[in-house]
């Protein structure tokens, strides 16, 4: 037998009804805020994640898909591609390649498929789910303003509550800019210098190349010396630390909590300023609901104008999963609203003809077959969940008026055909 590959699943009735209440949430929220959506392919170059993520971090060194190209054309032959294991590279390469700021495309949403290699466990799959949201632009339009960066919070605490997801928290960072980062990975390089050989291998590499990335590291025995280590707080220079500021008194006049977290600095190397995750208590181990950030100088590195921006990606697989610790996916799946049931030889003609005229009344039809016995048709209406069962016979046919029956209180009646539509959504 073929199975689904490790790390990847099916998603199934009745629980894609959990997911389609997700995504219509996600897009009347982001209605709500002018967002507009924008999909963009699954894969993409390496190197547009290679720049735009970074080398250094887990994502890129370990985790991607990637393959090379063995091209129809000669200029296609030995290209290296990767399925995309985040976004927010794809919608800023197509900001660039589009000049989507001569249209005032400032804010996009995506929903789509994203693919890591990694571990899979509970929370944690090679192909995931991610809701996610940019607000970039020129720096003219607004778009390094701290109001953006507390708007787009706001709006995720809106959406979350929305959802219903209770208990939610939002941990907020500054991860300052290019300038402080400098100082910063000074300091840091220094402070690992005696203590790095007692860490795991990965920090010892990181230590050298990237020493940021050591607040990456999950290893429980490394945590006690990662405590230890000076905090990009302390490094912040004035802008970024007025920008932070007003990060937070905007949040705190508009009513959206959250708590400071200074280890917080996120797996991307694109992150500046602001950085946030969003935490709910019930997920376990993989209790990451959603995280973001400002990523200000990320236009330019792939090639495009300056270009501030900021937004998060939500981790979908997780938040259906806080969904169904409270609500029941089989309460929210479509059901028929009734089922036709033809009886007899030439039946299924007329019983097709009836549903195509109720279907365009917008009520939900389910259709037997004229070879089924009558126990047989109420037997497979009631599997179905279906509120009516309709029988469609050769006298109904005649008479152009049809049996009626509710399978929950057992009543049934004869309803000439005009009647029908009212009638079933009585
Ligand atoms: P990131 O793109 O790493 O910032 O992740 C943003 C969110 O996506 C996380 O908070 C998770 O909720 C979700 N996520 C990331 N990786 C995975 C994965 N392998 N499986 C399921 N969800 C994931």
């Not at 990847?8 to 009804?17: S, V």
């Not at 993409?44 to 393959?67: C, H, N, P, Q, Y």
């Not at 991860?175 to 050989?197: H, I, Q, S, T, Y």
């Not at 037997?368 to 029988?391: H, N, P, Q, V, W």
Request: with cysteine; charged share 25%; net charge negative.
């Amino acid at each position: 037998m073929i199975k689904a590959v490790r790390g990847t699943r099916d998603l199934l009735p009745p629980d894609t009804a959990l997911w389609n209440f997700v995504e219509s949430a996600a897009r009347d929220v982001f209605r709500a805020y002018n967002f507009q959506e924008i999909r963009t392919p699954i894969f993409e170059s390496t190197e547009l994640f290679a720049r735009g993520v970074g080398e250094e971090t887990d994502i890129v060194s370990k985790e991607m898909f990637t393959w090379e190209d063995r091209g129809r054309a000669e200029s296609e032959k030995g290209n290296s591609l990767t399925l995309r294991p985040e976004n927010t590279a794809g919608v800023v390469r197509a900001y660039i390649e589009h000049k989507l700021w001569d249209h005032g495309l400032n804010k996009l949403y995506y929903i789509g498929p994203q693919f890591r290699r990694e571990r899979p466990q509970k929370g944690r799959y090679r192909q995931f789910y991610q809701i996610g949201a940019e607000a970039i632009g020129p720096a003219s339009a607004g778009s390094e303003s701290p109001a953006r960066d507390a708007e787009v919070l706001e709006m995720l605490a809106t959406l979350l509550d929305r959802l219903g997801i209770a208990g939610w928290n939002l941990e907020l960072n500054s991860v300052g800019c290019l300038n402080d980062r400098a100082a910063f990975n000074d300091a840091l390089r220094k402070a690992l210098e005696p203590v790095v050989g007692k860490m795991c291998t990965d920090c010892q590499r990181r230590a050298v190349t990237n020493p940021l990335r050591v607040f990456d590291c999950k290893v429980p025995a490394d945590q006690p010396i990662i405590d230890t280590l000076p905090r990009i707080s302390q490094f912040l220079d004035e802008a970024c630390h007025t920008h932070f500021e007003a990060v937070k008194e905007i949040l705190t006049k508009v009513g959206v909590p959250f708590t400071l977290n200074d280890r917080l600095v996120r797996g991307l190397d694109y992150y500046t300023r602001t950085a946030f995750e969003f935490t709910h208590g019930a997920l376990g181990a993989q209790n990451a609901i959603l995280g973001g950030g400002r990523y200000d100088g990320l236009s330019e590195s792939l090639g495009g104008p300056a270009a501030p921006g900021i937004g998060f990606a939500i981790g979908e697989d997780r938040i259906v999963m806080s969904l169904q610790e409270s609500s029941t996916a089989e309460s929210m799946l479509t059901k028929p609203d009734v089922y036709l049931a033809p009886l007899g030889a030439g039946m299924n003609a007329q019983a097709a003809r009836l549903a195509r005229e109720l279907r365009r009344h917008d009520i939900v039809v389910d259709l037997g077959d004229e070879t089924f016995r009558l126990k047989k048709s109420f037997e497979t209406a009631t599997k179905a969940g279906a509120k009516y069962i309709l029988i469609v016979g050769e006298n109904e046919v005649k008479a152009d008026a049809f049996a009626l029956k509710n399978l929950a209180t057992g009543e049934q009646v004869s309803v000439p055909r005009a009647d029908l539509p009212n009638k079933i959504r009585e």
